[in-house]
């Protein structure tokens, strides 16, 4: 696997509208871009990124735990998502982030019962994408279920891909929506 570069972002939540938090909420996401081998290649195998999504995802794993700062049992949630170039195809993404990326994530962060939410799409240098964020251990756990955009302003490339893992810690910072009785 050919690794670009590795980009890191941190929010780190200290005040929402116009209170003070009071607490760590804290948001942390790893992207790779990664150059994918199927580029131009329409309707390859899909095996080889395969296998680099579980290459890769605990790379990206421990890269966003050390930015969050915080012991492994105490991440709360966590994301995943992937942005192909324009050479590639949706179903890059599908292959790199779902059959094999998940347990290398889960090991980093203890557990992770539940589902890691994601999302893909194809896009430019400079897309925009955003990663759903929900609890590792209770999916229909409100208080985590949010969102962290992800954006490299020279990726990716039409022969590249940038994926991505969002840990978080705190859930929102003023959660208070609860599931009906």
């Known amino acids: ?27 942390a996401v790893a992207s790779a871009v990664i150059s ?3 580029a131009g290649k329409p309707g390859a195998d899909l095996g080889e990124l395969e296998a680099m999504g579980a290459e890769i995802s605990g790379q990206l794993a421990e890269r966003a735990l050390a930015a969050l700062g915080v012991a492994n049992s105490e991440v709360t949630a966590y994301g995943k998502g992937a942005i192909v170039g324009t050479a590639g195809e949706i179903e890059h ?11 290398p994530v889960r090991k980093v962060v203890i557990k992770g019962d539940d589902i890691i939410p994601s999302t893909k ?22 208080d985590e279920m949010d969102a962290i955009d992800v954006w ?12 991505s893992v969002a840990l978080a810690v705190g859930g929102r910072p003023f959660a208070r929506t609860r599931k009906p009785s």
Not at 93 to 103: D, E, K, Q, S, V
Request: net charge positive.
């Open 1 to 27: 696997m050919q690794i670009r570069k590795f980009v890191v972002t941190v929010e780190d939540i200290k005040a929402e509208s116009g209170r003070e938090v009071g607490r760590t909420v804290r948001r």
């Open 36 to 38: 994918n081998p199927l």
């Open 93 to 103: 993404a599908a292959a790199l982030i779902h059959p094999r990326f998940g347990a």
């Open 121 to 142: 799409k194809i896009g430019g240098p400079g897309a925009h994408i955003t990663l759903p964020i929900t609890n590792k251990d209770d999916i229909w756990s409100f």
């Open 152 to 163: 490299i302003p020279d990726a990716p490339m039409a022969h590249e891909i940038v994926v």
